[in-house]
C-alpha cells in the first residue's frame, strides 16, 4: 500500500539534546512538507521541499533543520535550539508543489520533554 | 498574510441530522482549497479538493461549497453519522503554493 510513514509515533526529548523524526513515503511525491500542529490550533509549516537537495523554510523554521537526500525521505530533526518543542509533528506530500495536487498526510509523531 | 477561520469551533448534533461547517479567509487569491478530517491524535485525511474554478465538489454525503470573491468555504455532510465524530479542518492554497490551515471544527455525532 502507498503512503506516508512517520516514526516514532512518540518521542522524549532532554533539555539540550537534538531529536530526529523520520519520513517516509512510496508514493513517488516530488514534493514533502513538515508541520506543526500544537493543542486545538491549526497546523504551521516548518519546513517543506519541492526536489531533492532542495528545501526552504517555512513559517516556524527556527530551532529545526532538515535534509532531503533522497525522493522518499525528508527527516526533520528538532534541536536544542527550540525552546518548546513539545507537540504532534505531520508529514505530508504532494506529487508537485504547483499546481491541484492534494497533500497526503502520516499518522504523525508526538514529541514530549522529559 | 492568509488567515483562516473555522466557525463552529466546535458543534455535536444527533445521529441524522445534516452538517455544516463553515471555513473563511483573508486572501481571496487561492489555487484551490482542501477539507480534512483528523481523528485523535491521528494524521489528516484528505476529503475534499476544490479548485478556485470550481463552485462546488461531492464525494458521498459530503459537499464542499466555494465563494472565492467572498473568501467563504463550506463543507456540508448529510445525514451525519456517529462514524462522522472528529476535527474538520480547511486549508486554501494560496501564494508561495502553501496551505494555511484554520484551527478546525471538533464535530461530535451522538448516537
Known amino acids: 500500500d502507498g503512503g506516508i510513514t512517520q516514526s516514532p509515533k512518540y518521542l522524549f526529548r532532554k533539555e539540550g539534546q537534538n531529536v530526529t523524526l523520520s519520513c517516509e513515503q512510496n508514493l513517488n511525491h516530488d514534493a514533502m512538507y513538515w508541520y506543526r500542529q500544537d493543542p486545538g490550533q491549526g497546523l504551521r509549516l516548518i519546513y517543506y521541499?519541492?526536489?531533492?537537495?532542495?528545501?526552504q523554510k517555512g513559517d516556524i523554521a527556527e530551532g529545526y533543520s532538515v535534509s532531503r537526500e533522497k525522493k522518499e525521505s525528508f527527516p526533520l530533526t528538532v534541536t536544542s535550539a527550540q525552546k518548546n518543542p513539545t507537540a504532534f509533528y505531520l508529514c505530508?506530500?504532494?506529487?508537485?508543489?504547483?499546481?491541484?495536487?492534494?497533500?497526503?498526510f502520516g499518522d504523525g509523531t508526538r514529541l514530549s520533554i522529559l | 498574510k492568509q488567515e483562516v477561520t473555522q466557525i463552529p469551533a466546535a458543534l455535536s448534533v444527533p445521529e441524522g441530522e445534516n452538517l455544516v461547517l463553515n471555513c473563511s479567509f483573508t486572501d481571496s487569491a487561492i489555487y484551490n482549497l482542501q477539507w480534512f478530517r483528523q481523528d485523535p491524535g491521528k494524521g489528516l485525511t484528505s476529503l475534499l479538493l476544490i479548485q478556485s474554478s470550481q463552485r462546488e465538489q461531492t464525494s458521498g454525503r459530503l459537499n464542499a461549497s466555494l465563494d472565492k470573491s467572498s473568501g467563504r468555504s463550506t463543507l456540508y455532510i448529510a445525514a451525519s453519522q456517529p462514524g462522522d465524530s472528529a476535527t474538520y479542518l480547511c486549508a486554501p492554497k494560496a501564494a508561495g503554493n502553501k496551505l494555511t490551515f484554520g484551527g478546525g471544527t471538533r464535530v461530535l455525532v451522538k448516537p
Open positions: 505530508a506530500s504532494s506529487m508537485g508543489l504547483y499546481g491541484n495536487q492534494p497533500q497526503h
Open positions: 521541499s519541492q526536489i531533492v537537495n532542495d528545501f
